[in-house]
């Protein structure tokens, strides 16, 4: 059995493809062209990404604060007929006989400080090689038992499709990914909340969006940043992040007071968190159409008449299950949704790696209350 993927800083000074369809950009990581270049190891492994078929797992990346709430969503969710993709429930999961692998990202938690500490361009490439290392983990057929043993291996589930739950690293860090898959004929899909939730809110008629998103995230520019390639001339964004309250109900009238300044309609409201339970923002937003106030009145009249509230879980799930459907990944066991977690830990060389860890852990570790 070949020796697990520890990360080291190495890069080959010559840099050979595997089967690469592009040059590489200027501003490629050196990983990306280390790995590129080694075609008997991490490069060949790249290659044979997203190549199995029905077979394999779907990978959330992540913050755990993030990842949890996504992966029990997914196991639990049950929307649609599972015989002909009709949006009826049928009593049967619509994931039944997949399996997710959840990869809690200790080891760079939280993303908050490749933004807040640093120089610029250190900070993003760091970030940037977060993702690309957490890519290759979820494409790995081996784990270890623990941090301090990585000698003693353990297998996993190559993964056929990655989501990266955090926005930040639809900027930093997804497109750095697609680039190594390009070099090495990797076809895994990936996906990014931001991409999905910009295109589904413009689908609907959406022209003046608004992203409520943590304060980290607004201040490395990722929403905007992909917005801005979109290239919507007729379409405008504003990111904002409300003054923080006690319930969030009044983070909510604090956000559209911020947004109010604008002195624009308001389309629709992306929630950028995974954590929120919605149905409070919806019955604040019913007792704010029936105009009880005078601010109520204001905040109404500000909002178009097909407002609407969107948020990563569904958008994230809707689109996993069209292209599981679509492009015929469904792996159709008689099984529910399978849950496997693994942590990214700090080896005793200082370098991440992937563990095993199972529920209890998780449960006693990182569970989040649901605001």
Known sequence: MRRFIIWGVAVLAVFTSCHRRAQAPESTLPLVLSIAADSTG?????????????DGSVAIIGQPEEV??????????????????????????????ERFDVILDAFN?????????????????????????????AWD????????????????TRS?????????????????????????????????????????????????????????????????AVFARKGWADARLTVLTPEP????????????????????????LIVDHYSFDLTYLESELALIRREGTEEDSSFDKMLSRDFRILEPQQALIRTTYELLRSRRLFTHRIARPALHYF??????????VLVEVGAPYVQETYVQDIR
């Not at 490749?114 to 890519?135: H, K, M, P, Y």
């Not at 690293?169 to 910009?198: K, M």
């Not at 309250?245 to 629709?268: H, P, S, W």
């Not at 942590?343 to 991440?352: D, N, R």
């Open 245 to 268: 309250a006690l319930d969030i109900r009044t983070e909510f009238r604090n956000l559209l007071r911020q947004y109010r300044t604008t002195g624009r309609k308001l389309d629709v």
């Open 68 to 97: 949890l709430p996504l992966a029990r969503r997914f196991q639990s969710v049950d929307v649609v007929d599972n015989i002909d993709g009709r949006p009826v429930r049928d009593s049967l999961p619509d994931f039944a006989g």
């Open 42 to 54: 991490t490069g060949r492994l790249v290659a044979q990404a997203g190549r199995q078929g029905p």
């Open 109 to 137: 938690e939280s993303y908050a400080h490749f933004i807040q500490e640093g120089d610029a361009l250190q900070r993003t490439d760091s970030l940037r090689e977060a993702a690309v290392r957490n890519a290759i983990f």
């Open 141 to 156: 057929t081996t784990c270890v038992r623990s941090a301090s043993d990585p000698e003693y291996l353990l297998e996993k």
């Open 160 to 224: 056929k499709i990655l989501i990266f739950t955090s926005s930040m690293q639809a900027e930093y860090g997804l497109a750095d990914v697609d680039t190594l898959q390009q070099f090495c004929g990797g076809r895994s899909i990936l996906l990014s909340p931001v991409d999905i939730l910009l295109e589904q809110a413009y689908a609907l008629g959406a022209r003046e969006l608004a992203v409520w998103a943590g304060r980290a995230t607004r201040k490395s520019h990722a929403w905007q």
């Open 343 to 352: 942590e990214t830990e700090e080896s005793e060389q200082g370098l991440p």
